[in-house]
């Protein structure tokens, strides 16, 4: 296994590994007009994934075959996880932890970093949760984000 800076190529799978989630966004909603397009709250998902791979802000685990097994996006700008996914197909724990491993080294430490995770009771959700509290992260609060509830949560510095 290997983390690796995502290039414009590697966008349809990161997309693919986006996709996989979308069970847990339709526990809330089955109406992703807000989710994937632009409105007065979020630019659209497409700018976003470009903007991410321009600002070298995005790394993808791959296998020794580069299928995708996780990509973790982050702001330097705001010190913030943007997009953490793990493929169905891998460990949570393992891939997991390289991508945070290489978000937290690069951002900055001296600082609180953030991130959010979608609110659900599935297991597969729980993995991560645990996941993040392992990592020094601790639940802060809630915030609705296109009609969908997610927990926030913090890494001290």
């Known amino acids: 296994m290997n ?19 979308d069970c847990y966004i339709k526990e809330f909603n089955s109406d992703f007009t807000g989710w994937y397009t632009k409105n007065e709250q979020s630019q659209t998902y497409n700018k976003y994934i470009e903007s991410k791979v321009r600002q070298k802000e995005v790394y993808m685990a791959v296998d020794i075959s580069d299928n995708c097994l996780g990509v973790i996006a982050f702001s330097k700008k705001r ?9 169905e197909n891998a460990n949570v724990k393992i891939i997991g932890n390289k991508l945070l491993f290489q978000a937290i080294k690069l951002l900055d430490n001296n600082k609180n970093i953030g991130t959010k995770l979608i609110c659900s009771n599935s297991d597969w959700i729980k993995q991560y949760r645990d996941l ?26």
Do not use: A
Request: charged share 25%; glycine share 6%.
């Open 3 to 21: 983390i690796r800076l995502i290039t414009e190529e590697d966008i349809p799978k990161w997309k693919k590994l986006s996709f996989e989630h």
């Open 79 to 87: 010190n913030y996880i943007t997009f953490f996914g793990i493929s």
């Open 132 to 157: 993040l509290e392992e990592n020094g992260f601790r639940e802060t609060g809630m915030l609705i984000k296109n009609q969908i509830p997610f927990i926030t949560f913090v890494k001290n510095q």
